[in-house]
């Protein structure tokens, strides 16, 4: 059989301009040899993923085949050229997976066979396959709004089976940037739990899909959330100052704010150290020192149903009534078979 070899080493790129008849097409990286008369691969389909592409191929029965070399360009950079991936030194093989490609963007491929001096032959036409796209970002996100300390967040399970698990991030009430704070497997979860949060302060969050092969989705939609805010302090608080054997406290709390009970703090000076003293359910306390003309002060707390405690009231101080000076001893007599006592 006449065999037709063209020996002249060539750019490859050259022949891929004749070959498609125009200009603007891939540049190989390096010279290559071009033996026309070897069969060029002929390609039955490719399977696309998120990050890879798979191709199968006719094999060749020609036996001056002794390899299958793949081209492939750099889509997103200024570098319009084709370069080798790949060489199959395997000519059972018929099959080739790309992996770590971008998501979502087209590839253009070549397809050569080579023979035992390394010539190539022509190339095969330009493929075009593009990888899937990721899954959609969640697309149902909320919140429960001003819980004590704590954010519930909620979600539509992500309908993609690609899915494994999701992660949230969140951002500080004084940061710019969002930070991851959980990794929760499982397509189907729908709902996580923030806590230890900081009272009545602004919380966004954001979900993020997480696949199989470790790829992330776009983020959510943010939601905003505000932690509940600590109750008002109680107001109007008074101490009497002269009744007996106690000390009588009085208040009164936000009437928008339901009380589950107030804390009492008691200390011996006003600027002292407030020691925890009691916790009553209404808006009245006694205090029974035991000591007659005993002064302290007092500061009341009021605690939510959510176990939310109000800063401190404002301090005031409290006196029972002293006991009576003792009389004066004016003197003692007797008289009349009787003992008499002066005082004043």
């Not at 409290?318 to 004016?330: F, I, V």
Request: proline letters at 8%; a positive charge.
């Amino acid at each position: 059989m006449k065999r037709s070899t063209l020996t002249v080493s060539l750019l490859f790129s050259t022949l891929i301009l004749l070959i498609n008849g125009c200009v603007g097409h891939p540049k190989p990286a390096e010279s290559s040899a071009i033996n026309k008369s070897l069969p060029q691969v002929h390609i039955n389909g490719y399977l696309s993923d998120t990050n890879a592409i798979a191709f199968e191929w006719q094999p060749s029965s020609d036996k001056r085949v002794k390899a299958i070399r793949i081209y492939r360009d750099n889509p997103g950079t200024d570098d319009k050229g084709v370069y080798r991936i790949a060489e199959i030194d395997n000519t059972l093989q018929t099959h080739y997976t790309d992996s770590g490609l971008v998501p979502d963007t087209a590839y253009r491929y070549r397809f050569t066979t080579v023979d035992a001096q390394g010539r190539e032959s022509m190339p095969n036409r330009t493929i075009t396959a593009k990888t899937s796209p990721l899954p959609e970002p969640v697309s149902f996100f909320s919140a429960t709004k001003e819980l004590a300390r704590s954010a519930k967040l909620l979600w539509r399970p992500h309908p993609d089976p690609r899915i494994i698990g999701y992660e949230i991030e969140r951002q500080e009430p004084d940061e710019k940037d969002f930070s991851r704070i959980s990794h929760i497997d499982g397509r189907l979860s729908a709902e996580y739990i923030d806590s230890d949060l900081e009272d009545g302060r602004l919380y966004r969050y954001r979900i993020i899909a997480l696949t199989f092969d470790g790829k992330r989705t776009a983020p959510s939609q943010v939601v905003t959330v505000s932690t509940k805010p600590l109750p008002p302090s109680p107001t109007a608080v008074t101490a009497t100052q002269n009744e007996i054997g106690k000390i009588t406290l009085r208040w009164s709390s936000d009437p928008n704010h339901k009380a589950r009970y107030f804390n009492i703090y008691r200390a011996e000076e006003e600027n002292g150290y407030y020691d925890y003293y009691a916790k009553v359910s209404k808006q009245v306390f006694t205090d029974k020192p035991g000591t007659n003309g005993i002064r302290y002060f007092y500061k009341v707390s009021v605690v939510d149903k959510d176990g939310l405690e109000s800063p401190p009231s404002t301090a005031v101080s409290g006196m029972n009534k002293p006991a009576p000076a003792a009389p004066e001893l004016l003197g003692l007599a007797l008289k009349d078979n009787a003992v008499v006592i002066r005082w004043k």
